[in-house]
């Protein structure tokens, strides 16, 4: 009897499996569902918003090959295409304005407007946000510099005193700061 009361109390003294609290017993990190990455959702096509006459905002910095047909339908028919020099890329004329193009790439685009206008509503009919902040105001033109990710927006006016624009040009960047 002892030796059966010596081995019931050696086994009772074994310590048992360690056992951590807090932890649980699936895994934090599971392998991503297959589904999931299979669900995301596809880019939306662009669409010009209908109070924007030219959307300078977004073709201008795209690939010209992605924004041709956009161009074609803002600008219309495309009348002439100049070679610049080889720092500048080269240049093409459409009916309602012209862009520079460099490595394929939209770099500057000009715009006369339909109508002389407040700086205001021509930054938002050639789709930028409405800005009535400071701009360097020279005797016959409105300049701005490094804003929404454009090296230089030029608007011109009208008449050297007057506060309205009747043309906008737009930067993205300066082909000669490249290179």
Not at 85 to 103: K, P, S, T
């Amino acid at each position: 009897m002892n030796v059966l009361l010596l081995v019931l109390l050696l086994g009772a003294c074994e310590s048992p499996a360690p056992v951590l609290s807090g932890i649980p017993e699936d895994p934090l990190l599971a392998a991503p569902d297959r589904v999931s990455e299979a669900a995301e959702p596809l880019p939306t096509p662009y669409t010009k918003p209908p109070e924007v006459w030219v959307d300078i905002r977004y073709l201008c910095g795209q690939p010209l090959t992605a924004v041709r047909a956009d161009l074609l339908d803002q600008l219309g028919p495309q009348l002439r295409v100049r070679e610049l020099d080889a720092v500048r890329g080269r240049e093409i004329q459409y009916e309602r304005g012209r862009v520079r193009v460099l490595n394929g790439v939209v770099y500057m685009m000009s715009i006369p407007l339909n109508e002389p206008m407040y700086r205001r509503v021509a930054f938002e009919r050639t789709g930028f946000p409405a800005f009535s902040g400071s701009a360097i105001q020279l005797s016959g033109e409105y300049r701005m510099n490094n804003e929404w990710d454009f090296r230089r927006i030029r608007m011109t006016r009208v008449e050297r005193d007057s506060e309205f624009v009747n043309h906008v040009e737009a930067w993205r960047w300066l082909p000669r700061e490249r290179q």
